[in-house]
């Protein structure tokens, strides 16, 4: 469990930064900043928002469609679970 809640600290934290992230487009939009800046900073939170989403759909496949709790689903369910999963991230 300690690990769970280590991870879950990691991911929050993450969070922290993004929310940190849009705060400083919100100043630089106020501002009137150089939408060059600004589009840095906009990039900056895709990538942040990006490696979220990466490491939260690794955990999910790594715990919950490989997982050693699977009794009963069908390889095919796990694939199409995964496909959507996959499908879903790269919208």
């Known amino acids: ?11 929050v934290a993450r969070i922290r930064r993004i929310r940190g992230q849009v705060d400083s487009i919100e100043r630089s939009l106020t501002a009137g900043d150089d939408c060059a800046d600004i589009l840095m900073l906009l990039a900056n939170v895709r990538g942040g928002i990006n490696s979220l989403m990466a490491e939260v759909l690794e955990d999910h496949v790594r715990h919950h469609i490989a997982g050693e709790d699977k009794s009963g689903v069908s390889r095919e369910e796990l694939a199409e679970d ?6 879903a991230y790269l919208k």
């Open 1 to 11: 469990m300690p690990n769970i809640e280590k991870e879950k600290q990691k991911l």
């Open 82 to 87: 995964l496909i959507d999963l996959v499908r």
